[in-house]
């Protein structure tokens, strides 16, 4: 029996999460203990160079893996760089006892995924989380997708993984930036499921990775909470979706003006302002928790600028989205700081008035800060 090992595990529906010192000490155990025939490492440009190599000194079992790097970018998660990835296994003569460990982030974790789910009608895949919002978001529920036609997350399957490895120091070598796009998901984990939780974000210092890393596996465990509860995204994991509806038509319009391209949690920030002030507008919110959220989204992400004109376009390519029915657009709102509510019916004019509200309000802010310099 060999010696315990300073980790943490948190069960998210049919997989675990491991979290701790020796979370990368973990995986080698179960790959050790796991029957396969071949593993393969899947990663970008940045984690085959930053990552690898710490990787393979942790996990002895991965040295002889063979491995599959992708451009960095969203722009990987393309059905053209599956069937590239789908070529090469089959030329590997790869079979159903093979392993595909994915690290990066969420962008490696949701096509690698779906790899997984789809090769042969499914080989077993391990996530291996470099980013913050792969740590506490993307990597973990079994939730996997592709992009399509500009469309995020259009393909998909949903794949459990055999597990979610989570080595807080890869944050390490992430700037501020990528820091942000996690922080959005734990802020959202705050307001639809935990007030403490987003308190103690507000609070946190971002640059402090030791300082954090309680606040990563406090968001870790809520994702892994909701997902338990709902599996398959039949009821409450709908809660996860808060700021995603708007985000994700704004990150998409930000797709096609190449100059102003927004990261996910970027566009989700913009999201969860328009989502809590719908909230507000619906009576569900009160008015000085909006503006605390508001307040501290808008002090953390830098405004996205747009003409009132382009609010037609992002509620176009808010129509394709996986959440709604019947033509409909269906909403998780918050129904104060640590609840919310799921299925909640907009119309197509009420997201416009949401949108128009997020321009003005960053225009006026942007017209106090130049009065004041």
């Known amino acids: 029996m060999g010696a315990s090992l300073a980790v943490t595990e948190i069960k998210a529906g049919e997989h675990p999460v491991v979290l701790g010192p020796d979370a990368l000490r973990m995986l080698d155990r179960v790959l050790a203990d796991t029957e396969h025939s071949t593993a393969f490492i899947l990663g970008d440009e940045n984690t085959m160079r930053h990552c690898l190599p710490e990787l393979l000194a942790h996990v002895p079992q991965l040295r002889m893996a063979k491995t599959l790097s992708v451009h960095s970018g969203e722009k990987a998660k393309d059905i053209a760089v599956c069937s590239d990835i789908w070529r090469h296994l089959a030329a590997e003569a790869t079979d159903r006892q093979a392993i595909l460990v994915c690290l990066g982030g ?3 974790t949701d096509l690698g995924g779906f790899i997984a789910g789809t090769y042969k009608r499914g080989i077993r895949c391990i996530h291996v989380p470099t980013s913050l919002l792969g740590m506490v978001d993307a990597a973990i529920g079994g939730k996997t997708g592709v992009d399509l036609m500009g469309l995020k997350n259009m393909v998909g399957v949903f794949h459990d993984p055999l597990g979610v490895f989570v080595h807080a120091p890869f944050l390490k070598s992430l700037g501020k930036r990528d820091l942000l796009n996690g922080l959005a998901e734990m802020i959202k984990h705050g307001l639809v499921r935990d007030a403490a939780h987003w308190e103690a974000i507000g609070e946190a210092a971002l640059h402090d990775i030791d300082a954090i890393a309680p606040l990563v596996e406090r968001s870790a465990a809520i994702k892994a909470a909701v997902v338990s509860e709902d599996p398959r995204e039949a009821g409450i994991r709908k809660l996860l979706n808060f700021g995603h509806t708007i985000g994700h038509g704004v990150e998409a319009h930000s797709w096609e003006s190449p100059q102003r391209v927004l990261l996910h949690g970027e566009a989700v920030a913009i999201g969860m302002i328009c989502e809590a002030w ?8 009160e008015r000085e928790s909006y503006d605390r959220i508001a307040a501290q989204l808008l002090q953390l992400y830098k405004p996205y600028v747009f003409d009132s004109a382009e609010n037609h376009r992002m509620v176009e390519l808010m129509r394709n989205d996986k959440k709604n029915e019947n033509g409909r657009f269906r909403f998780t709102l ?15 004019a009420q997201v416009q008035e949401a949108l128009e509200h997020y321009r003005l309000l960053i225009r006026d802010a942007a017209r106090t800060h130049s009065d004041q310099a």
């Open 106 to 108: 969420g962008v490696v």
């Open 278 to 285: 719908l909230s507000w507008r619906l009576a569900m919110l």
């Open 334 to 348: 918050i129904t104060g700081i640590g609840s919310a509510k799921v299925d909640v019916e907009i119309t197509a």
